[in-house]
């Protein structure tokens, strides 16, 4: 397969990339929220003075909130008037590059199947051949006490009989330096969910939360409760 060219430097590109104009992105950006500095600070130090103890400051709490909740969204509406069309690029870029790299991962696919399927006959053929040794060796030792009881000569000590072990991790490397390994961790898929101990099962939360959202008030094992929350209308 003949080998593209790749991109000479990962630094490189994502300079060549900042030059279009991402400091100037960065500076318009700046230059819309830098008036936002001093009112978050003062913002804050309202907040801590604050005290709500009646009526009229409760008012007030509200009025205060109403503000930031004012400033905040001015604040979200530049992010995404500055952000959207940055993410609505960086969406097109990566939907070329996954169309263009789609028959690569099918490709590595199929091969990994075809590596692996070879290793997977290679280790059966050699259970297979230690199976063969481990019956020879039964074997023997069974002939070899039939014939002690016909002699009535002492049992001989039975032989050890050979265990399967598996292969270890080989790496193959190729002419281009290139090297691949066959790993073999555990893994797992679940069967049967009603045969799995308790310690492994985590609870729905989702379902939870849309039961109780529903108007349910009782669930064992779960604490049901107001969690208060304050709306405001800027």
Do not use: H
């Amino acid at each position: 397969m003949a080998k593209a060219k790749a991109p000479k430097d990962k630094t490189e590109e994502q300079a060549q990339v900042a030059l279009y104009n991402e400091e100037g992105i960065i500076q318009l950006t700046a230059s819309k929220i830098d008036a936002w500095k001093a009112k978050g600070e003062e913002a804050l130090v309202v907040a801590e003075k604050m005290v709500v103890q009646d009526e009229e400051s409760y008012t007030k709490a509200i009025g205060v909130l109403s503000e930031i909740k004012a400033e905040t969204t001015a604040i979200e509406l530049v992010r995404t008037g500055i952000g959207a069309p940055i993410f609505k690029i960086v969406t097109r870029i990566n939907a070329m590059c996954k169309t263009i790299a789609t028959p690569f991962g099918e490709a590595d696919a199929k091969i990994r199947r075809k590596a692996l399927k070879f290793q997977a006959d290679k280790d059966a053929a050699i259970r297979l051949e230690n199976e063969r040794i481990r019956k020879e060796a039964e074997d023997r030792e069974r002939k070899a006490l039939m014939q002690s009881a016909k002699k009535g000569t002492p049992p001989p000590a039975p032989a050890p009989v050979p265990d399967y072990i598996p292969p270890p991790e080989k790496t193959t490397t190729t002419e281009t330096g290139a090297a691949g390994t066959v790993k073999k961790p555990w893994d797992f898929e679940i069967e049967n969910e009603s045969l799995i101990p308790r310690e492994y099962l985590m609870p729905n939360e989702k379902f939870i939360r849309a039961a109780v959202t529903s108007g349910k008030r009782v669930i064992p094992g779960v604490r049901i409760f107001e969690k208060p929350s304050l709306s405001i209308r800027s």
